[in-house]
């Protein structure tokens, strides 16, 4: 065996795309996880007036657009990062 071994590193893009798609797996989780947040609020906190209504409304549709727009920028990374799918020909593969 040689002494000297080459150093394992993956290419830029293929990096960029594999952490674009692990994000895009763990967007529902960390929307589970923001959603049922206001579970954990104290009774007291929750049931004072209406305004704990509107601001836990305003919470969850603010949680709601986020996750709306994250999806929107990773589902364009991914499109964009995506490598074009290929045949055993080595040409684009029909279908």
């Known amino acids: 065996m040689s002494g000297t071994r080459e150093p394992v590193l993956l290419e830029r893009e293929s ?6 798609r692990d994000a895009a ?3 529902p989780f960390l929307g ?4 049922f947040f206001p579970a954990l609020w104290t009774p007291e906190a929750a049931a004072e007036e209406a305004a ?3 601001q836990l409304a305003f919470y969850v549709f603010s ?5 709306i727009a994250m999806a ?12 074009p799918e290929t ?7 029909a279908g």
């Open 32 to 35: 589970v996880v923001l959603v």
């Open 72 to 83: 929107v920028i990773l589902s364009r990374q991914l499109m964009r990062t995506s490598p």
């Open 25 to 27: 797996r763990f967007l």
């Open 52 to 54: 704990g209504t509107a």
């Open 15 to 20: 990096y960029r795309r594999r952490r674009v």
């Open 63 to 67: 949680v709601w657009f986020a996750l």
């Open 87 to 93: 045949g055993a020909d080595g040409g684009p593969e």
